[in-house]
């Protein structure tokens, strides 16, 4: 149960760093052309932290499902 705890508390944690990312990325897209540069590095790490979100998901799922 500890397990799934610490889980689901680290689903929190990736969420809410995956949903600034996605915010981050709308207000770059919103200012454009200012800042294009930008583009990449933002669309970088809101593409890492979906992708670390979706991981945890993933792994919390199967931790529910074995517990």
Known sequence: ???????KAEVKK??????????DLHD?????????ERIPEVARVAHEAH???????????AAQATA
């Open 28 to 36: 770059l897209s919103e200012e454009l052309p200012t800042n294009w």
């Open 51 to 61: 992708s670390a979100l979706v991981d945890a998901r993933v792994r919390l799922a």
């Open 14 to 23: 990736l969420n809410a760093k995956a949903t600034q990312a996605k915010m």
């Open 1 to 7: 149960m500890a397990d799934i705890d610490t889980l």
